[in-house]
């Protein structure tokens, strides 16, 4: 179903940006040994038998995390290097690039900044052979928002320009129905690389695309991704009308597991936002609508992510 598709995208987007983190890379919990999982050798040896090459690649960067956090920074890059290796052949170019910007996250924190732009690099080619158009700009405007991020990225603002302008390029070419996912993306790539201006105007044209989504739950989720940029650009008073708009969709929700879902997107932007007291009764909402989701994977699911955003905000305050 498109709206479901296209509010998994969002929430997934908005998670991301409310952590303030890349989409992954070498940081995580530790793990020590038998008392907390795999040794270092145990995981390699796991990562080296995967046959699937993108869960390969997932592998060698939880080792990366591992020998980072044990110190070993020469087996951090060796892992890296041979999870960016498993993502040089034939399969799935879509994820390929997206676990690329991954590779390229664990370089930063490695202070291989080199290493890094390789690895963006390749990931912004294999965009080139998506064919659905909103994954193609999905994987732009993440490697354009991790390009000219500065903290946690590489701090290229030329580069970020040039990869989120292919962004929205590739953006104004989705269909209407899936429109407000593709700038989300884009809009929150220009904030995050810090390209004020554009990120601006790339949230004016999803707040249209928003206002005109029928279904509660993906507008919900669309004005919820917009006000997350209008926060991150300042704009805190028309960030709190947008989630207000964001939260009334949310809440007219009616099915229990999109209601929860709907509410979980909303106080994730509302946490990012700064306003952690909207957060969590958004929150207890979302948690008593995904306790009346019927027993199986679909509860466990919610429950699980509506928790670990509450367990979030309590050790953030």
């Given at each position: 179903m498109p709206t479901a598709r296209l509010s998994r995208a969002i929430l997934w987007t908005l998670l991301v940006a409310a952590m303030l983190m890349p989409t992954a890379g070498c940081g995580g919990t530790k793990k020590k040994g038998r008392?907390?999982?795999?040794?270092?050798?145990?995981?390699?040896?796991?990562?080296?038998?995967?046959?699937?090459?993108?869960?390969?690649?997932?592998?060698?960067?939880?080792?990366a995390r591992s020998q980072m956090v044990a110190g070993d920074k020469t087996g951090a890059k060796d892992s890296a290097r041979m999870a960016f290796d498993k993502?040089?052949?034939?399969?799935?170019?879509g994820l390929f690039a997206q676990r690329l910007l991954e590779v390229a996250a664990c370089y930063v924190e490695m202070g291989d900044k080199k290493l890094a732009r390789d690895a963006v690099k390749r990931s912004v080619e294999l965009a080139g052979k998506v064919e659905d158009p909103v994954r193609k700009t999905k994987v732009l405007a993440d490697a354009g928002g991790f390009s000219?991020?500065?903290?946690?990225?590489?701090?290229?603002?030329?580069?970020?320009?040039?990869?989120?302008?292919?962004?929205?390029?590739?953006?104004?070419?989705?269909?209407?129905?899936?429109?407000?996912?593709?700038?989300?993306?884009?809009a929150l790539g220009y904030a995050r690389g810090g390209l004020a201006e554009a990120a601006s105007e790339m949230v004016g044209k999803l707040e249209q695309?928003?206002?005109?989504?029928?279904?509660?739950?993906?507008?919900?989720?669309?004005?919820?991704?917009?006000?997350?940029?209008?926060?991150?650009?300042?704009?805190?008073?028309?960030?709190?009308?947008?989630?207000?708009?964001?939260?009334?969709?949310?809440?007219?929700?009616?099915?229990?597991?999109?209601?929860?879902?709907?509410l979980l997107a909303v106080a994730t932007a509302s946490a990012a936002a700064g306003d952690t007291k909207a957060a969590v009764a958004l929150l207890k909402e979302a948690d008593k609508a995904a306790d009346k989701v019927p027993e199986?994977?679909?509860?466990?699911?919610?429950?699980?992510?509506?928790?670990?955003?509450?367990?979030?905000?309590?050790?953030?305050k």
């Open positions: 008392k907390g999982g795999l040794t270092v050798k145990e995981q390699l040896t796991r990562a080296e038998k995967e046959t699937n090459p993108d869960r390969s690649a997932a592998a060698y960067l939880r080792v993502l040089s052949g034939d399969g799935d170019a000219g991020d500065k903290l946690k990225g590489l701090g290229d603002a030329t580069a970020a320009k040039e990869m989120l302008a292919a962004a929205a390029a590739a953006a104004e070419a989705v269909e209407p129905r899936f429109q407000a996912e593709a700038l989300a993306a884009v695309a928003a206002k005109a989504i029928e279904e509660p739950r993906a507008k919900a989720e669309a004005l919820a991704a917009a006000a997350n940029v209008k926060a991150q650009g300042g704009k805190a008073d028309e960030a709190k009308e947008l989630l207000s708009q964001a939260a009334a969709a949310a809440k007219s929700v009616e099915r229990s597991e999109s209601r929860a879902y709907a199986g994977d679909a509860k466990k699911t919610i429950v699980e992510r509506v928790r670990t955003m509450q367990s979030t905000l309590e050790k953030k």
